[in-house]
T-cell receptor, first 113, second 119 residues
Framework: GENVEQHPSTLSVQEGDSAVIKCTYS??????FPWYKQELGKRPQLIID?????GEKKDQRIAVTLNKTAKHFSLHITETQPEDSAVYFC????????????FGPGTRLSVLP | GAVVSQHPSWVICKSGTSVKIECRSL??????MFWYRQFPKQSLMLMAT?????????EQGVEKDKFLINHASLTLSTLTVTSAHPEDSSFYIC???????????????FGQGTRLTVV
């Protein structure tokens, strides 16, 4: 089955700096890679996703890159703000057949003012 | 986006009692719902996959008789924690997927979660 690793487990950055979180996956059949932001005690919220037919996707300050050959994908947050502080989870799966996603262990991001 | 409502948001129960958690898709039909468990500072761990009108598929290590899942309609799935014990205390989250679209795939929409405390 799929196995997703995520690094780093914790990340502290100064406000305005960039943050990068990296994930690797094991199953070459995975074709969908969402990123979720979870604040303490709340539901995970989808912030960006990418499918295997593209290599990069950007939405304002957030971007995701995918390297299918190396089986890794990364989340990039630029101009970080204190409200970006949360736990971020990557996930991988095959959504064409309603398959569930396997989540990475999470990264706790702290943006220091 | 689609809305998934989960109730209750928190519950405290006595050891040995049962607790039912509901997960509803409010504005779409969810053919598949997933139940996750999340321990503090850890990731979401899939417990089971629930398909409308059929038996749930449980992940390895999850006790079927302890975590009863029912998906009686396209908008409602329930998780019942039977004979709860303190070690069952956790954050339980459901997610729902809409009809499968080969071209566009699907997105998982999460409920707000239920914090269960067994005393």
């Amino acid at each position: 089955g799929e196995n997703v690793e995520q690094h780093p487990s914790t990340l502290s950055v100064q406000e305005g700096d960039s943050a990068v979180i990296k994930c690797t996956y094991s199953d070459s059949a995975s074709n969908y890679f969402p990123w979720y932001k979870q604040e303490l005690g709340k539901r995970p919220q989808l912030i960006i996703d990418i499918r295997s037919n593209v290599g990069e996707k950007k939405d304002q300050r957030i971007a995701v890159t995918l390297n299918k050959t190396a089986k890794h994908f990364s989340l990039h947050i630029t101009e970080t703000q204190p409200e970006d502080s949360a736990v971020y989870f990557c996930a991988a799966g095959d959504d064409n057949y309603g398959q569930n996603f396997v989540f990475g262990p999470g990264t706790r991001l702290s943006v220091l003012p | 986006g689609a809305v998934v409502s989960q109730h209750p948001s928190w519950v405290i129960c006595k050891s040995g009692t049962s607790v039912k958690i509901e997960c509803r898709s409010l504005d779409f039909q969810a053919t598949t719902m997933f139940w996750y468990r999340q321990f503090p500072k850890q990731s979401l761990m899939l417990m089971a996959t629930s398909n409308e009108g059929s038996k749930a598929t449980y992940e390895q290590g999850v006790e079927k008789d302890k975590f009863l899942i029912n998906h009686a309609s396209l908008t409602l799935s329930t998780l019942t924690v039977t004979s709860a014990h303190p070690e069952d205390s956790s954050f339980y989250i459901c997610s729902a997927q809409s009809q499968i679209r080969r071209s566009g795939g699907t997105e998982a929409f999460f409920g707000q979660g239920t914090r269960l405390t067994v005393v």
